[in-house]
């Protein structure tokens, strides 16, 4: 007995995230947990717990419309966030890696007062 396919989900590289994110509409929305978002995340990024949005939250304001670019600490929460976006019919894409990627590719991290951050 062979199991359902399940499709992928789509991903990109941090570094095109931060493309994206500088370049285009997208919005960069972190889905980890207040504690690790106020720690540091990344620059512009627009907060919605995966809790919330698990329980039903919609997006928040500044991210309707846009293309979701889907970012937590490693990639496996903002996985789960992208297959509950997309099935809510919102474009939305995992960042692959997370914001531990993010660090490791020089990218800024900032804490919720602006200053420099760290991922935990």
Excluded: Y
């Amino acid at each position: 007995m062979s199991l359902p396919h399940r499709p992928r989900t789509p991903e990109i590289t941090v570094a095109e995230a931060d493309e994206r994110a500088r370049k285009s509409s997208a919005v960069l929305l972190d889905v980890r947990e207040t504690a690790e978002f106020a720690a540091g995340h990344a620059p512009d990024a627009v907060f919605l717990p995966l809790s919330a949005l698990a329980a039903g939250a919609d997006l928040p304001a500044e991210a309707k419309g846009r293309p979701v670019l889907a970012l937590c600490r490693s990639g496996n929460r903002s996985r789960q966030a992208t297959e509950i976006l997309n099935g809510r019919g919102i474009a939305t894409v995992n960042v692959a890696g997370g914001m531990r990627a993010w660090e490791q590719a020089g990218l800024p991290v900032r804490t919720t007062g602006g200053a420099p951050g760290q991922v935990v």
